[in-house]
């Protein structure tokens, strides 16, 4: 294994949907638990619309899909994930919204938040947009300084300066994080998917070429790639 990441111990992954971690930062995330870090997960949603099958009600996906993620957390060795449960589809960034993710901001205090990356030009679907602009917007400033939320502060959740936000599916990264050890982690822990899975082996061939392609943008056999955002100076 390469030189640790990060000299940060606590990371907190903000998600819409399940399987968004895995696909976005799956092969990071294992990574940084093989090297002692506490990973957390936050998801927004528990893909409640996420089937073109019309046999099945939202409420019954929704706990297959929970389930499906708690099984790729313990392959990845997260060490716990908090469901938000709001709809799937119908994420908006507004304040509430803000509310909810600075409220695990604070109660976790992590140094490094990776969420999607809402800037990416074409990122087509709304929820992956309204969860990163929503955590970038928790993260800095509301989650740091006290005023925001002040009922807050009754619960004894103190405001928290986060160190490093980083996202994934960016267009112009600037971190390219060895994967190589850590690949075949990835790929298992997507095969919890198992409602949003048709081909396993087809599934596994497109992670490998995926990861190839952002690798050689990054001198490296396998690659993750990030555009990390410092904010504590």
């Not at 009600?57 to 929704?62: G, K, R, T, Y």
């Not at 969420?115 to 969860?131: C, E, G, I, K, Q």
């Not at 502060?153 to 996202?167: C, D, I, R």
Request: aromatic share 8%; with cysteine.
């Amino acid at each position: 294994m390469a030189r640790a990441l990060t000299p940060y111990q606590r990371v907190m992954v903000v998600v819409a949907h399940p399987d968004d971690m895995e696909f976005g930062a799956g092969g990071t995330v294992a990574r940084l638990v093989r090297e002692g870090k506490e990973v957390v997960l936050v998801q927004c949603t528990s893909g409640d619309k996420g089937t073109n099958r019309r046999d099945v009600s939202p409420e019954e996906l929704a706990r297959q899909r929970e389930e499906e993620e708690r099984e790729a957390c313990r392959v990845l060795g997260v060490r716990e994930v908090v469901f938000l449960r709001l709809p799937d589809g119908e994420l908006e960034p507004n304040l509430a919204f803000r509310e909810r993710i600075v409220r695990q901001i604070r109660f976790f205090r992590p140094d490094i938040v990776i969420t999607h990356d809402p800037f990416r030009p074409y990122a087509l679907h709304p929820d992956h947009r309204a969860v990163g602009i929503t955590t970038i917007d928790a993260v800095y400033p509301t989650a740091r300084d006290p005023l925001y939320f002040p009922h807050h502060l009754a619960e004894g959740l103190e405001p928290h300066k986060v160190a490093e936000l980083w996202l994934f599916g960016a267009q112009y990264p600037d971190l390219y994080v060895d994967i190589s050890e850590t690949l075949d982690v990835k790929v298992a822990a997507l095969a919890a998917h198992r409602s949003q899975i048709s081909d396993p082996t087809e599934l596994a061939e497109r992670v490998r070429q995926r990861a190839a392609e952002l690798g050689s943008d990054g001198g490296l056999d396998f690659a993750e790639a990030f555009k990390v955002i410092s904010l504590r100076r």
